[in-house]
């Protein structure tokens, strides 16, 4: 074997031309930690001799870290290798060479002189021109959780909302934030919990810096007036009446429509029957939508959607109400017996979904207006019928409905798996009564 191949002595040096040694060896712990190098970078002069010291802390993974032209072996579990890069005069990144851990996340960067490793040309939805992966780190503490929990049902003569249209920066993933374009600040719009019947009046309200506007897919209005883009300090009245029962979605509209969707200007309206759904011990709403996003770790460094990003389709998320894996640290809850209830709207604006939840198997299955099993009986009476997924297309919404049959952590994603390994990922935290 050749030994530059396993980081062993005598491997070529990393980054090494034109460069003077300083006579400095720089040595870093690393430990493999999941999908994940902690720490997942050093920082050294030009000239430094740089050594690695891996270690793999993963009970169920092996790794391994290629940087340059060096690699160690894979270890197991408990196990440790040095890397010698030799004297390094570029910037440079590194990565777990396993399949499917680098597009997980496992990446290393040498930064000589504060200046950070350019990247080869990424795998699609692999990184972004930084250098960092497209999923981030789920564990990382998240600055806040949109809550899922579908608020109880008001009835009113005329259902009254004020949507303000504000440009903020929110984060979209554990520690990558962007500036979002919302409606009443939050990372995805307001849920609106309607019957047949009842007549609706939304003021909208520009204090961002740009035109926006709003569609209702819930009502059936000429788009001419209500659905026209207001400059910054404007204000529009829009009028329906919720005729349908469905799981609706609502946006703006202002073009490109592709880019207001995708910077957060979105949510569901969803309308029941003039009497009510059956009550169930439980009801959540998620919004399924992409994200594209530049590398801001900050509100600070937040920046605006790029367009051309949404245009060629270059996603890095993919997201449930707007943060992704953020119901991976906090869990939707229930208790073994319960009726749990979810409503589900694809916002794309692109991709289609698939929701799922590993362990479960949905009895009642409602899509876009009708039933598909209604409490584990079909359209043509066939007894214990049940479902895996709730397929939507973009716009597309619908509700499903299961009990768990035993304690313990059931994930919540779509089944396009790419697009779960974006982020598009939660659990349910189910616990005996």
């Not at 894996?325 to 692109?350: C, I, M, S, T, W």
């Not at 479960?360 to 079909?378: M, N, S």
Request: glycine share 12%.
């Amino acid at each position: 074997m050749d030994p530059g191949a396993a980081g062993l002595p005598g491997s070529t040096p990393t980054g090494s031309v034109d460069v003077t040694p300083t006579g400095q060896t720089v040595r870093v712990e690393v430990a493999a930690r999941g999908m994940k190098f902690v720490p997942d970078r050093v920082q050294v002069n030009a000239g430094d001799r740089v050594v690695i010291e891996l270690t793999n802390e993963d009970e169920t993974n092996v790794h391994d870290l290629l940087v340059g032209g060096v690699r160690t072996p894979r270890l197991a579990a408990g196990e440790t290798a040095e890397l010698d890069l030799g004297v390094v005069g570029a910037s440079v990144e590194g990565w777990c060479t396993v399949v499917g851990h680098r597009q997980m996340g496992m990446t290393f960067q040498v930064i000589v002189d504060g200046q950070a490793a350019g990247s080869e040309t990424p795998t699609p939805g692999e990184t972004d021109h930084s250098g960092h992966d497209a999923v981030g780190d789920p564990e990382a503490p998240l600055s806040g959780v949109v809550d899922p929990v579908l608020p109880a049902y008001e009835p009113a003569d005329v259902h009254r909302y004020e949507f303000r249209v504000t440009e903020v920066p929110l984060e979209v993933a554990p520690g990558l934030w962007q500036r979002r374009w919302t409606f009443n600040g939050e990372s995805v719009g307001p849920t609106l919990r309607l019957r047949a019947g009842d007549e609706v009046e939304i003021t909208l309200i520009n204090d961002g810096t740009m035109g926006h506007s709003i569609d209702f897919h819930a009502g059936a209005v000429a788009p001419d007036e209500p659905m026209r883009t207001i400059a910054p300090g404007e204000t529009l009245i829009y009028r329906f009446t919720a005729e349908r029962v469905g799981v609706w979605m609502y946006h703006c509209s202002t073009m490109p429509m592709s880019a207001h969707i995708a910077a957060g200007m979105h949510g569901t309206v969803i309308v029941e029957p003039a009497e009510g759904l059956p009550e169930v011990d439980r009801e959540y709403v998620v919004v399924q939508s992409e994200v594209f996003t530049d590398d801001a770790r900050s509100a600070e460094e937040a920046t605006d959607i790029d367009p051309a990003k949404v245009s060629a389709e270059q996603i890095d998320r993919v997201v449930f109400n707007g943060v992704a894996n953020q119901y991976d640290q906090e869990p939707f809850q229930a208790k073994v017996g319960e009726r749990v209830r979810f409503y589900v709207l694809d916002a794309g604006p692109n991709r289609a979904s698939s929701f799922h939840i590993v362990g479960g198997q949905f009895d009642t299955v409602f899509r876009e207006g009708g039933y598909l099993i209604k409490d584990g009986v079909d359209a043509f009476g066939t007894q214990n019928a049940g479902s895996q997924a709730l397929a939507l297309q973009p716009a597309e919404g619908g509700f499903v409905e299961l009990t768990f049959p035993e304690a313990g952590h059931y994930p919540v994603v779509s089944h396009i798996m790419i697009d779960a390994e974006r982020g598009a990922h939660g659990i349910v935290e189910v616990t005996n009564p």
